[in-house]
């Protein structure tokens, strides 16, 4: 079975220092990968999502980047964090190539950010 | 451990309709309740948020209600349209999100 892993649970960082997220996806091939983030009392909004190694689309500008150096491996970063990064921070994976109607989404645990 | 169900799993219904989405979860324990919707080949779109104290919140066509003591939240969607056709999620945030399995809804013209 597929699973999908995220680290760490909760961070805290000052502002201004680096960021490193981690996602992973066991059990599965070539899957697309997604990162996620909501801020406090905001929806979920779609940060970047990869259709293969090397490959990363941004849907919003922000002080963040995403890279996917392995097939199953998907990280979020940053340089110098804002206080605006604060939130929670979703990976998510889907299988490619089926039919469009039966494209699902599966959510890792999330990652708790706040940033002081 | 939160659980998440969604009923029904799928739906269909002629264009005009009034429907209803159910969720249920079964830790009272929830920072907010949310209502997706995710179209095929694209990402989620977070369409409601509903705050613990909150008890519905309605945008345009939407609306969302929360009872935490009976563990449940409904979407209402009025006057269906086509292009409301797609799967939509509802998810309680405690220490995690946790995601219904969703309700795929196609609305036919």
């Known amino acids: 079975s597929q699973t999908i892993h995220q680290w760490p649970a909760t961070l805290v960082q000052p502002v201004g220092s680096p960021l490193s997220l981690e996602c992973t996806v066991e059990?599965?091939?070539?899957?697309?990968l997604y990162w996620y983030r909501q801020a406090a009392g905001r929806g979920l909004q779609l940060l970047f999502y990869?259709?293969?190694?090397?490959?990363i689309s941004s849907e919003v500008p922000q002080n963040l980047s995403a890279s996917r150096p392995q097939d199953r491996q998907f990280i979020l970063s940053s340089k110098k964090l804002l206080l605006s990064d604060s939130g929670f921070y979703l990976c998510?994976?889907?299988?490619?190539?089926?039919?469009?109607?039966?494209?699902?989404?599966?959510f890792g645990p999330g990652t708790r950010l706040t940033v002081l | 451990k939160q659980e998440v169900t969604q009923i029904p799993a799928a739906l269909s219904v002629p264009e005009g309709e009034n429907l209803v989405l159910n969720c249920s979860f079964t830790d009272s324990a929830i920072y907010n309740l949310q209502w997706f919707r995710q179209d095929p080949g694209k990402g989620l779109t977070s369409l409601l948020l509903i705050q613990s104290s909150q008890r519905e919140q309605t945008s345009g066509r939407l609306n969302a209600s929360l009872d935490k003591s009976s563990g449940r939240s409904t979407l209402y969607i009025a006057a269906s349209q086509p292009g409301d056709s797609a799967t939509y999620l509802c998810a309680g945030l405690d220490q995690n999100f946790v995601f219904g399995p969703g309700t795929r809804l196609s609305v036919l013209p």
């Open positions: 059990g599965t091939s070539n899957p697309n």
């Open positions: 998510a994976w889907s299988v490619p190539g089926l039919a469009a109607s039966t494209d699902t989404q599966y």
């Open positions: 990869s259709v293969g190694i090397g490959q």
